[in-house]
């Protein structure tokens, strides 16, 4: 029996999401996963963002597992996934990875995702990378079918430039732009998406938010900047440097969701802490400038 979706006036994100991109590396069975859910869900983590192509295709089944194991939880989330990156894998022996938004894919890969997450419905599914060769008025019409066939509730991308998210969503309205954004990757600062996003009053999803582990354990000069100052100031203000690191994100006026990576529910907590501290503009520029090695111009 697939489970039911949450009520649709019951749709929003939670302030920080839970990103099951690892999900595979973690090596929890089943009670383990369900266990993990739980408590993501008492930490108020009540969004959890997927993609097809996670853990070689295999992390929304096992997500989907622990779902059918406790099939109450799913009223109590929403559940975010992607597709549109065709990878090479052994049981996808593409010539090469590729994108691909056609109204075929994208409706067969929602269909599987919905087998995985053993779900009824979708509250949210982005388009991952753009799709060069994407036609957004074929796109529109596969988006708003699977809508009135209930599959997916709403729609959103991933890593599109400001050009591209225009595009789609004047043919069908999207709810968000999903960026790469971290005191080590700033580039959404200045190419535009996160102005859009405000502009627009769409809350962006951020990806990698501790650069993907790098923080801490790049040896590259800008992490080794960065992870100086940042020491300092969180030792000054009495958090950790997770918490400091999605404080960062969560200052910015497009008020953006954070995805966080781990498997470790002691690190979602440190996470969600930063929704209790407010950065001074002078410690938000000071990560700033030892993320780029220069001052403000
Ligand atoms: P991240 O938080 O930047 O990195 C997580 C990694 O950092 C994990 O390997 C984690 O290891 C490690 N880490 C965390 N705290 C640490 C510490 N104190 N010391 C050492 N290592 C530490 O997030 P991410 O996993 O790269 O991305 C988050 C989510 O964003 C993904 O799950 C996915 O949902 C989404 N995402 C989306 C896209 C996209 O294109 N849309 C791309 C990438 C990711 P532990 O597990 O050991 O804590």
Known sequence: MPTQAPPDHAFEMSPVVAGLWRIADWELDVPARVRWIEQALELGITSFDHADIYGDYRAES?????????????????????CGIRLRSAQRPYRLNHYDASADYVRAQVEQSLRNLRTEQLDLVLIHRPDYLMDATVLADTFASLTREGKVARWGVSNHTTGQFALLHAHHPLVTNQLELSPLHMQALDDGTLDQAQQLGLRPMIWSPLGGGRLFAGDDPQALRVRGEMEAIAARLGISLTTLAFA???????????ITGSGRIERLREAVAALDVTLEAEDWYAIWTASKGHPVP
Do not use: C, D, N, Y
């Open 62 to 82: 096992l997500f989907g597992e622990a779902l059918q194991h406790a099939p109450a939880l799913r009223r109590r989330m929403q559940l975010v996934t992607k």
């Open 248 to 258: 960062w994100i969560l200052r910015h006026p497009s008020r953006p969701h954070p």
